[in-house]
Nanobody, 117 residues
Framework: QLQVVESGGGLVQAGGSLRLSCVAS????????MGWYRQTPGKQRELVAI???????IVAGSVKGRFTVSRDNAKNTVYLEMNSLKLEDTAVYYC???????????WGKGTLVTVSS
């Protein structure tokens, strides 16, 4: 059973920065995407940024230019560098690992990011 563990959330003032990390505990032989989603109460989980096994990225428009996603395949780890944080970035951030080609999803338990004024 693949396990996904996030870290790095916390409280930060608007305009500040945080770095999230996520490690998949099982060595993965298959191709897989890794990425970040976020969710606030009463809203659906939304994509923030993902990075494919080949290194290509998809970044949501709301965070483009402020957030950067990257991965270290040797460590089965994906990072989310968040800069110029805004109040509306407050959410629980979830790490996702998608095994290809089966599109099998694994999720972390989430890490809370709170941006204060």
């Amino acid at each position: 059973q693949l396990q996904v563990v996030e870290s790095g959330g916390g409280l930060v003032q608007a305009g500040g920065s945080l770095r999230l990390s996520c490690v998949a505990s099982v060595s993965i032989a298959n191709r897989y995407n890794m990425g970040w989603y976020r969710q606030t109460p009463g809203k659906q989980r939304e994509l923030v940024a993902i990075v494919s096994s080949g290194g290509s990225t998809i970044v949501a428009g709301s965070v483009k230019g402020r957030f950067t996603v990257s991965r270290d395949n040797a460590k089965n780890t994906v990072y989310l560098e968040m800069n110029s944080l805004k109040l509306e970035d407050t959410a629980v951030y979830y790490c996702n690992v998608k095994i290809l080609p089966q599109a099998m999803d694994y999720w972390g338990k989430g890490t809370l990011v709170t941006v204060s004024s």
